[in-house]
């Protein structure tokens, strides 16, 4: 087994063991406590029984699928050693290959946090992963993007993706904007789109 992955199953076996305890390790940063606090418990209750998909896993996100009581979870990541923090439906793949193991329209909402501008980086990968997340969107369904407004990290920002442009403006679980500034130190912006309903 990779070191990496080694590494990261034992951290992931020591934290759940300290959930089960219920002493919850994570951050405690004004941009984490408003996705934990207010948007993904909002995004749980906009989603219900549908299937959401949370892209890029970490340490500190192992337990984001617990949000979602009623849904079904998928997780993906490129990064194989990462996959201990994934839920138990987890993909190890790129996000521009979405749509090789996601059906067109089957997913109700995706949270794409931190992937942005954080190894998905080049501005055809980037139009390539939003296109197949539009593509994987059913009509109406949400995207839920967190993105860094400062260098190196914005160095395509959501604006210059072609691909978003297929989604409409929309307000964020739990606020009444489209888009807000999560923590000032960084510029970690949260910002809501979603997929046309379909014409009848
Ligand atoms: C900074 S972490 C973000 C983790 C988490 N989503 C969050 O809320 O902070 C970035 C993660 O995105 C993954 N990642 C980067 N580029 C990716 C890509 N093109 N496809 C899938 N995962 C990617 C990395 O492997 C890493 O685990």
Redesign the pocket.
Same mark, same amino acid.
């Given at each position: 087994m990779p070191a990496r992955l080694k590494t990261y199953r034992a951290v992931a076996n020591l934290l759940g063991a300290l959930d089960a305890l219920g002493w919850r390790v994570g951050y405690r940063y004004g941009d984490r406590q408003l996705l934990e606090g207010v948007i993904l418990p909002s995004l749980a209750a906009d989603v219900g029984a549908g299937h959401v998909l $949370? #892209?890029?896993? &970490?340490w500190?996100?192992r337990d984001y699928p617990e949000f979602f009581t009623r849904a079904r979870v998928s997780t $993906? !990541? #490129? !990064?194989p050693a990462?996959s201990p923090f994934g839920s138990r439906r987890h993909v190890v &793949? !790129?996000?521009?290959a979405l749509e090789r193991h996601f059906a067109p329209a089957s997913l109700d909402a995706v949270v794409c946090?931190? #992937?942005l501008g954080?190894? $998905?980086d080049s501005p055809g !990968?980037i139009d390539t992963?939003f296109a197949s997340t539009v593509a994987c969107l059913r009509p109406g369904g949400q995207l839920l993007l967190?993105w860094n407004d400062i260098p190196p990290y914005n160095a395509v920002p959501p604006d210059a993706v072609t691909a978003l442009e297929a989604l409409h403006p929309d307000t964020i679980p739990g606020l009444d904007q489209h888009s807000v500034i999560a923590l000032e130190r960084n510029q970690h912006c949260y910002q809501a789109f979603r997929k046309p309903e379909a014409r009848s």
């Open positions: $949370l #892209v890029g896993c &970490a500190y996100t $993906l !990541d #490129v !990064d990462k &793949a !790129d996000m521009t946090n931190g #992937v954080w190894g $998905l !990968d992963a967190g």
